[in-house]
């Protein structure tokens, strides 16, 4: 059973920075698809950012580029997200989902290709 486990949220002013991660019992080496997702209060759940482990295609949201940076460490199975100059607006409950089938430009955001979720971590970002 793959159970991703995020970990790295906190509360941050407005600038600052965090750095999100998540753990799968899964080889993120082979052709998998580890995704960030954020979900605020009384909005729909949007893709953040992912990343093809066998290939190393990543994919951004286009309100986080310029701003996160998504990566991986194969040895620990373990995918980051590295958020800077966080705004209010990033405030939510993140995400990481494991998609088996690897991702692709027009598939990453959509949540119904995820196979695996994880709990969440909140991330608060005050002004």
């Known amino acids: 059973q793959v159970q991703p486990v995020e970990s790295g949220g906190g509360s941050v002013q407005a600038g600052g920075s965090l750095r999100l991660s998540c753990a799968a019992s899964?080889?993120?080496?082979?052709?998998?698809?580890m995704g960030w997702f954020r979900q605020a209060p009384g909005k729909e759940r949007e893709g953040v950012a992912a990343?093809?482990?066998?290939?190393?295609?990543?994919y951004y949201a286009g309100s986080v580029k310029g701003r996160f940076t998504i990566s991986q460490d194969n040895a620990k199975n373990t995918v980051y997200l590295q958020m800077n100059s966080l705004k209010p607006e990033d405030t939510a409950m993140y995400y990481c989902?494991?998609?088996?089938?690897?991702?692709?430009?027009?598939?990453?955001?959509?949540?119904?290709?995820?196979?695996?979720w994880g709990q969440g971590t909140q991330v608060t970002v005050s002004s």
């Open positions: 990343i093809h482990t066998g290939r190393g295609w990543i």
């Open positions: 989902a494991v998609d088996l089938d690897g991702c692709y430009s027009g598939t990453w955001s959509k949540e119904y290709e995820y196979h695996y």
């Open positions: 899964v080889n993120t080496d082979n052709r998998r698809c």
